[in-house]
């Protein structure tokens, strides 16, 4: 299973408690438009958490996304999560370790201020559209949540598993795809995708109709 990566514009906070540091703030938001990533843009559904939260399943926090940068695990309780209208919360209580009491002078000075998040997409968990300029859109609508991350270089990974699940979900082929995002013509691969199959065309005609369509343009 692939895992995907994403960074939030929330703002990561040092917090002082009588047991230690804390580090905390959001790890994403909803219905944010991401930046363009690469020939379309994200936006993450409220709702898309809530098979991940629901079952209880063990998420981790890491520094850079790094096992041997291990902060805490909702397993232990040393990680906890909350949703609200805005989007998903994290709290970690730091370690006693050297690399998070450098991450905690790090996050006081203000070097280390944003947060990121892994994931892997549940099957049929993400849509397809276009934004009202037209832009193409990717809205997550189902996830199960890896980590969270305190980073220093916040970045979009590569988002070459989002153009698969696009390729995967609408029969269409993976490279003419990924050439019509390259190209940033990835919004008219999407009018051609959506077209309603002929009167008496059957829907695999109507596939090979379109596939035929997509090589001829991409």
Avoid at 58 to 80: A, I, K, M, N, P
Avoid at 85 to 105: C, F, I, M
Avoid at 161 to 188: K, P, Q
Wanted: glycine letters at 8%; proline letters at 3%; one cysteine or more.
């Amino acid at each position: 299973m692939t895992t995907e990566i994403r960074y939030t514009s929330g703002v990561v906070e040092l917090r002082a408690s009588s047991d230690g540091a804390r580090l905390g703030g959001y790890a994403l938001k909803f219905n944010k438009l991401s930046r363009n990533l690469g020939g379309f843009v994200e936006r993450i559904a409220p709702g898309a958490l809530t098979k991940t939260l629901k079952d209880g399943g063990d998420v981790l926090c890491r520094y850079q996304h790094e096992d041997e940068f291990l902060l805490g695990r909702t397993s232990s309780g040393t990680l906890r999560l909350s949703v609200d209208d805005e989007g998903l919360l994290y709290e970690v209580d730091l370690p006693d370790t050297s690399y998070a009491r450098d991450l905690a002078a790090l996050a006081g000075r203000g070097d280390v201020t944003k947060s990121s998040f892994a994931f892997h997409l549940m099957p049929g968990g993400d849509e397809w559209s276009l934004t009202e300029s037209g832009f193409p859109l990717r809205t997550l609508t189902e996830f199960h949540l890896v980590d969270t991350a305190p980073v220093v270089n916040p970045a979009y990974l590569d988002t070459t598993s989002g153009l698969r699940s696009l390729a995967e979900s609408r029969n269409l082929d993976f490279d003419s795809v990924r050439a019509a995002a390259e190209s940033e013509r990835l919004a008219d691969l999407l009018r051609v995708d959506v077209q309603e199959d002929a009167p008496g065309e059957t829907h695999a005609a109507a596939i090979a109709r379109k596939r035929l369509m997509l090589s001829m343009h991409f």
